[in-house]
Structures are given as structure tokens and as C-alpha cells.
């Protein structure tokens, strides 16, 4: 079975979010407590917890993606809400698991194409044996030639999750 790694959002643009977020607001900074820990961190792909120095910031992640590759979205291009630290932290260290992987929750992989057009998705309900699941879907969305990368969002809010790119020499 193939392993993908989940990618957090990248250090540089973590620098410029904690500044200014991608609808050009500052970074508003607090502290979590008890009612609001868990809260999904996306620098670090790990829950918040109480006490944690946190930002809700709007960040464009195709947009960014776009700048790199020179990929034109057009209008697929969108923003939304994520949880930083709002300082630096650790980063995120892969394990043995995909992050935000509790049974049950549901995830939306949105594909896209190296326009960075949407190339199709799928629903994950994420069963008991998280990896599985997702390695499946995510063969499931590179079996696409044309999928070079995938977004994981929660069905509730829709929010960014991680971003997982078509690994290293595999076939397009």
C-alpha cells in the first residue's frame, strides 16, 4: 500500500499569514482555552491545546500552490479559515497516521489538475483504520494521470485540512 505524506502549510507563507493573512488582515492573535482546544492547527497539523498562542487566519492554499508552479486557477482559486500557531512551532512531523484522522469525521479530497483546476473529488467517511482509508482515496485521486495534487477538507465547514502532491516519480 502506498504512504502520502500530508503537507502543512509551508514556513514561508506561515511567515507572511502571521503578518498579514490572504484577505489582507492582520494576524490577530489569542490564547486557547479548555472551550476552544482542539481547534486544527495547520502549521503543525496537530489539535490545539489549552494555553496554545493561536491566530484564525484566511489562507489561499491553491493560490499559493498556483505562485510556485505557475499553474493559473482562475476562478477555482478560494480562501478560507485556518488555525495557526501564531508563532513558530515544531512543524509537522509525519507518523503513522494521516492528521484530523478521527473515525467517523467526514473529509472531502478535492482534486485538482497542473492548471489547478478542480479534476474531481471524493468523500471519506474516515473509517476505524484512518491510514487505510486514506491511502485508498488518495490512490484512488493519483490513479487520475492528470491529478498532481489533492486538498483534504472538513464536510462541515469545508476547511483546509492538508495538501498531499502526486509523490516523486509517479506517473502522470
Known sequence: MTRYTA????????AQLRVVDDAGQPCAPYTTTRDDAGSPLRCCLRPARPGDRIALVSYAPLRRWAAETGARPGAYDEQGPVFVHADDCAGFVPGVTYPFDRPGAL????RYDAR???AGGRLLEVPADAAAGFDEALNDAFADPGVVLVHVRALEHGCFHFEV???AGAAR
Open 7 to 14: 503537507l502543512p502549510i509551508d514556513s514561508t507563507a506561515l
Open 107 to 110: 473529509r472531502t479530497l478535492r
Open 165 to 167: 502532491r502526486r509523490p
Open 116 to 118: 489547478g483546476h478542480i
